[in-house]
């Protein structure tokens, strides 16, 4: 089963807008929400990331929204510019006890693309 | 340079011919994974390590084997290869208690026929 869900699949928006990737999960023992940014051809690679008593996270033009009660976090990114467009992956961490597992859970990924 | 290299980049197979994917990291992590990411899947963790000789399933391992001799490689080894195992693999490493931030390799593609 899907743990973390993201929307849309994908986003086409004009320079300078402020698209936005909304993503929800169910599990409260989630302790980080990362979001990843990928390039065609390359792995992912973490953008920013957020902890869950954090509401608001923001690096550059790049700012994570998170709403505990509602399970849910969101990236918005200000001015957007050609250059931002790629794949970005919502992603939901697991606190190891006892040193086990630090898993990411995925979302499935926005595919944004940002117009001249 | 602080990097995660994977190796080949791209591999054709058929079904049945055992291959080996490698991995290795030079940033002394302790954590390794290997993932796989399809279209409207995302990335699922096939396998991770936690130290050398230290393995354990991740979501998606049937299919796969690793290995953890040295800290530094993780070798993805499947010993008879399926169509269904076509995909585009990923091995990351991590520092102990910094599991969201995960450092991703270049890539596999496998395409098995």
């Known amino acids: 089963q899907q743990q973390v869900k993201q929307s849309p699949q994908s986003l086409i928006v004009q320079k300078g807008g402020i698209p936005i990737i909304n993503c929800a999960y169910e599990n409260t023992a989630f302790d980080y929400f990362p979001w990843y940014q990928q390039f065609p051809g390359k792995g992912p690679a973490l953008l920013i990331a957020?902890?869950?008593?954090?509401s608001e996270k923001k690096e550059g033009r790049f700012t994570i929204s998170f709403n505990k009660s509602a399970k849910q976090f969101s990236l918005h990114i200000m001015d957007s510019q050609p250059g931002d467009s790629a794949t970005y992956f919502c992603a939901a961490s697991t606190k190891a006890a006892n040193f086990g597992n630090e898993k990411l859970t995925f979302g499935t990924g926005t595919r944004l693309t940002i117009i001249p | 340079e602080a990097q995660v290299t994977q190796n080949p980049r791209y591999l054709i197979t058929v079904t049945g011919k055992k291959l080996t994917v490698t991995c290795s990291q030079n940033m002394n992590h302790e954590y390794m994974s290997w993932y796989r990411q399809d279209p409207g899947l995302g990335l699922r963790q096939i396998y991770y390590?936690?130290?050398?000789?230290?393995?354990d399933k991740g979501d998606v391992p049937e299919g796969y084997k690793v290995s953890r001799k040295e800290k530094r490689n993780f070798p993805l080894i499947l010993e008879s290869p399926s169509p269904n195992q076509t995909s585009l693999y990923f091995c990351?490493?991590?520092?102990?208690?910094?599991?969201?931030?995960?450092?991703f390799g270049p890539g596999t593609r496998l395409t098995v026929t």
């Open positions: 390590s936690m130290n050398v000789e230290v393995t």
């Open positions: 990351a490493s991590q520092r102990a208690g910094r599991g969201y931030e995960q450092y």
């Open positions: 957020i902890r869950p008593d954090v």
